[in-house]
């Protein structure tokens, strides 16, 4: 586990998302290793491309696995106005289906960001992940934080919803909640170990972001920027790490050894 250096953090994105950048850019400097190599990326559940278009952008060649057409029509309109047409493809299909619409093995990055809390089976998808990951490569997981659910209820006075909450093995709350599941840290690597992948990096993705009000925030000039740094200087930091929104988690599929 790595704290994330302040001077890496990635200044151009917001400070909610800055963490998972930070991570990203790390991995994707491990893999070129000063020679400038693209990356062969698969974004399942990518939506419209807020993470995959920006890859596209610093030169990956990035395929988006997303069962949602609208969402595939919008990834193709943001493609297209950044001039990335060629450098993303779009493919129809959930999660389950990835061994029938991606080779094995082909993708240098993998990422899954804010899917497995509404799919069916995420033990299955993880293991679809693992299957398109190339060895050596690595997947980037990011999910709902049940802790920081319960907290987020209780702050607010909604008591009884957070006990819920707390009760639920899946942390969520019977009939009105929008996901299937949320994950705590330990659940989650115990998920991913059960897969073959090796869970180098947890971070906490909005520690403090989403507890404060957003005009406290933009209340002063360089309040942004200093809400970013908070976030990189917390997001490994147990507890804070712990307490986040989200949990960001970056797994290694093992080289096998040559018979
Ligand atoms: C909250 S959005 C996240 C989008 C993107 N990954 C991001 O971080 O900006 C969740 C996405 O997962 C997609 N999705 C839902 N069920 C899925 C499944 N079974 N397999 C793959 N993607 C799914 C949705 O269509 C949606 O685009």
Not at 61 to 67: M, R
Request: aromatic share 2%; glycine share 8%; hydrophobic share 45%.
């Amino acid at each position: 586990m790595v704290d994330i250096p302040k001077e890496s953090a990635e200044k151009t994105h917001h400070p909610r998302v800055a963490v998972v950048w930070s991570v990203l850019s790390s991995e994707i400097e491990r893999f070129a290793a000063g020679t400038g190599a693209r990356l062969r990326i698969i974004d399942v559940g990518g939506g419209s491309g807020g993470f995959a278009v920006p890859l596209a952008e610093l030169g990956h060649d990035v395929t988006v696995v997303e069962p949602s057409a609208n969402a595939l029509a919008s990834l193709r309109q943001r493609a297209a106005d950044a001039g990335v047409t060629d450098r993303v493809t779009a493919v129809q299909a959930d999660a389950d289906e990835i061994p029938e619409v991606i080779e094995p093995e082909s993708a240098d990055l993998v990422l899954c960001h804010s899917v497995l809390e509404m799919i069916d089976d995420p033990e299955l998808a993880i293991e679809a992940l693992a299957g398109a990951c190339a060895q050596g490569g690595a997947v980037s997981i990011l999910v709902a934080n049940r802790i920081a659910a319960v907290l987020g209820k209780a702050l607010t006075g909604q008591f009884t919803t957070a006990l819920d909450l707390l009760a639920d093995v899946d942390g969520i709350v019977d009939g009105t909640d929008t996901l299937k599941r949320r994950f705590e840290t330990a659940t989650l690597t115990a998920l991913i170990g059960r897969s073959g992948l090796v869970t180098e990096q947890v971070h906490g993705v909005g520690v403090v972001g989403d507890l404060i009000p957003a005009s406290a925030a933009e209340a002063e000039a360089g309040a942004e920027e200093e809400l970013r740094e908070f976030e990189l200087a917390t997001a490994a930091r147990i507890p804070f790490r712990d307490i986040a929104t989200q949990i960001h988690l970056l797994a290694r599929k093992p080289v096998r050894a040559q018979a």
